[in-house]
Antibody, heavy 122, light 106 residues
Framework: QVQLMQSGPEVKKPGASVKVSCKAS????????ISWVRQAPGQGLEWMGW????????NYAQKFQGRVTMTTDTSTTTAYMELRSLRSDDTAVYYC???????????????WGQGTVVTVSS | DIQMTQFPSTLSASVGDRVTITCRAS??????LAWYQQKPGKAPNLLIY???SVESGVPSRFSGSGSGTEFTLTISSLQPDDFATYYC????????FGQGTKVEIK
């Protein structure tokens, strides 16, 4: 079965960076994309960006342009999301999700990771 | 950016009720819309894609309709397991979520 297993919780200071991993299994990794979505405490879902596991193409939400980098390692079927210059309002649960789009812009998300709590606090 | 507006933001209903949630896009998105259900402390779960296609394994009481800028998610007969928050998502141009609709017990 499809599984997306994310790395554990992180506590960071303002100005630092965080890198969250998402290990995929149970499907052909390069046939899909990965989108990253975050959810601040008590708030709704916010799409951050998408990466094609097929060719490495990325689309980032304008809000995160210049501050986020998404990558994949096809040899380990793992996706990564790095967010830099962290602020307190980056405190959220960060989800990876399997995106049905292989090589173009993002699509819909049919499987999700369990979420990674990132806390930004001085 | 395409903005997605969901309403109502909260809905109180009873088991057995027919429930409708609306999602409006700030510009046309054709049928590139999905619906998700999220329970507290859990990741979202895909219900509907391409506005009206029901994801495999999703109960038949869930249905979606609409195109262009106006979309609806309908639960034909609300069950105890359906009390949750629902989100729409457009994927016509990049991706955006609506702000969510919480379905509460009346």
């Amino acid at each position: 079965q499809v599984q997306l297993m994310q790395s554990g919780p992180e506590v960071k200071k303002p100005g630092a960076s965080v890198k969250v991993s998402c290990k995929a299994s149970g499907y052909t990794f390069t046939s899909y994309g990965i989108s990253w979505v975050r959810q601040a405490p008590g708030q709704g879902l916010e799409w951050m960006g998408w990466i094609s596991a097929y060719n490495g193409n990325t689309n980032y939400a304008q809000k995160f342009q210049g501050r986020v980098t998404m990558t994949t390692d096809t040899s380990t079927t793992t996706a990564y999301m790095e967010l830099r210059s962290l602020r307190s309002d980056d405190t959220a649960v960060y989800y990876c999700a399997r995106d049905r789009s292989r090589s173009a812009s993002p699509d819909y998300f049919d499987n999700w990771g369990q979420g990674t709590v990132v806390t930004v606090s001085s | 950016d395409i903005q997605m507006t969901q309403f109502p933001s909260t809905l109180s209903a009873s088991v057995g009720d027919r429930v409708t949630i609306t999602c409006r896009a700030s510009q046309t998105i054709s049928s590139w819309l999905a619906w998700y259900q999220q329970k507290p402390g859990k990741a979202p779960n895909l219900l509907i894609y391409k506005a009206s296609s029901v994801e495999s394994g999703v109960p038949s009481r869930f249905s979606g309709s609409g195109s262009g800028t106006e979309f609806t998610l309908t639960i034909s007969s609300l069950q105890p397991d359906d009390f949750a928050t629902y989100y729409c998502q457009q994927y016509n141009s990049y991706s955006t979520f609506g702000q969510g609709t919480k379905v509460e017990i009346k």
